[in-house]
């Protein structure tokens, strides 16, 4: 388990931007893209922010068709990356989102401690290609 700080604001901002960022880290899409596809998405979900509680889960489930993970016990972010140490995966704790690749926690803060309420294994075609 580890930890890489990662802030790919494009100015370079500490701002609440979680689910943007964990999104990027996650399918390597340019944040811009990220920014412009979650706004995109919120128009079919009826969200009206980006970040609205279902329009994220549900953009990572029906169009990165990422695979939800939920855990029948308390599980924190280190835990985690020592009980799936291959793959990417998008963290979902409460009111914060983080990306895990390969066991290693990509954020501006570590948040190892905390405990996640579900979690999403990325398909591995679907880093690659922006939507």
Known sequence: MGFKYFNPHPRGLIVGDCVKRSLVAATEWPYRTVQ?????YK???????FNADYNPHKFVEKVL???????????????FCKEYPVGRYILDMD???????????YDT???????????????NESHNTPV
Do not use: Q
């Open 36 to 40: 412009r596809e979650l706004n995109d």
């Open 43 to 49: 128009k079919i979900t009826g969200a009206r922010y």
């Open 65 to 79: 068709r990422a695979k939800k993970i939920c855990f029948r016990r308390k599980i924190t972010a280190a835990e």
């Open 95 to 105: 009111d914060h989102w983080t990306a895990v690749i390969d066991s290693v926690i």
């Open 109 to 123: 803060f570590d948040p190892s401690d905390m405990l996640v309420v579900r979690a999403y294994k990325m398909k």
